[in-house]
Nanobody
Framework: QYQLKESGGGLVQSGGSLRLSCVAS????????IGWFRQAPGKEREGFAC????????KYSESVKGRFTVSRDFAKNTVYLQMNSLKPEDTSTYYC?????????????????????WGQGTQVIVSS
């Protein structure tokens, strides 16, 4: 059974940092790119970061570029999202998702339709 589980969300002050984790089970990490998405109440879900199945390529939206960093640990089948310089507008529920790709490729994507498996989400609240 495939499962993605996010953790690490919480309440942080503006300018602070958080690190989210996405642990995958039942998925071979070398066959999946992992994306991060977020959705605030009343807004559409936004894809903002992705790391390739090789771990060598990353892609970010303009809204987080320079502040967020995605990385992965193949041995732990875990993807991390380091979020720095957080802003109140980063307040959202954060989801990780897996996209099946060729083994160890550089493919990245930010469109949610490309992803096959989703976690349940973790909430991040940034106070001003």
């Amino acid at each position: 059974q495939y499962q993605l589980k996010e953790s690490g969300g919480g309440l942080v002050q503006s300018g602070g940092s958080l690190r989210l984790s996405c642990v995958a089970s039942g998925l071979r990490p070398d066959y999946y790119a992992i994306g991060w998405f977020r959705q605030a109440p009343g807004k559409e879900r936004e894809g903002f970061a992705c790391i390739s199945s090789s771990g060598g390529n990353t892609k970010y939206s303009e809204s987080v570029k320079g502040r967020f960093t995605v990385s992965r640990d193949f041995a732990k089948n875990t993807v991390y999202l380091q979020m720095n310089s957080l802003k109140p507008e980063d307040t959202s529920t954060y989801y990780c998702a897996a996209m099946y790709v060729e083994r160890l490729t550089g493919t990245t994507e930010l469109s949610e339709g490309a992803f096959h498996f989703w976690g349940q989400g973790t909430q991040v609240i940034v106070s001003s």
